[in-house]
């Protein structure tokens, strides 16, 4: 009798320990599986970010190579060049810099009706030489009213730049 007293519970004890591997395999597959989940969503945001920026640089490399928009002005006070992108008007332009040697403006544009938000800047030289033009294209996966004022909001941003 005294033998059988001794096993009492074991039974229990084991079935409480495997449960609790068992628990615990079970959160870590849950928690991993949601790591997964939110990489996976950053890298879809991340893809409309670049794409934003890359529609925004093609665009403003249409407007200065073809439409010649960024013509530099040796006028200082003469008003920032203004383009249109994907048949939209931009939200903002604004002049950073204008020299007697460079001129500088960011442009910012409402892209994929109104989803998307991307920012342009341009650097126009006053002598047009090779490899004297550069710009840079920032995309972002959030309208521009969030850009603006993000007040906690997270977004994601790509950037693309051309020289020549």
Not at 87 to 112: E, G, K, M, Q
Not at 146 to 158: H, L
């Amino acid at each position: 009798m005294a033998i059988e007293r001794e096993q009492r519970g074991f039974a229990l004890l084991i079935a409480v320990i495997f449960m609790s591997v068992m628990l615990t395999f079970g959160l870590a597959l849950g928690s991993l599986g949601y790591k997964q989940q939110v990489l996976a969503s950053s890298a879809i945001e991340s893809q409309y970010a670049f794409y934003v920026a890359d529609a925004a640089l093609e665009c403003a490399l249409y407007a200065d190579q073809k439409l010649n928009t960024f013509a530099f002005n040796k006028n200082l006070s003469a008003p920032a060049p203004v383009m249109m992108c994907d048949a939209t008007a931009p939200v903002s332009v604004v002049t950073l810099s204008h020299t007697a040697a460079l001129w500088v403006t960011t442009t910012r544009f409402l892209l994929d009706s109104g989803k998307r938000c991307a920012d342009i800047t341009v650097y126009k030289p006053v002598v047009a030489t090779v490899g004297s033009t550069y710009i840079f294209s920032q995309g972002y996966d959030v309208p521009c009213a969030i850009v603006a004022a993000p007040s906690g909001a997270r977004f994601v941003s790509r950037g693309l730049n051309a020289r020549y």
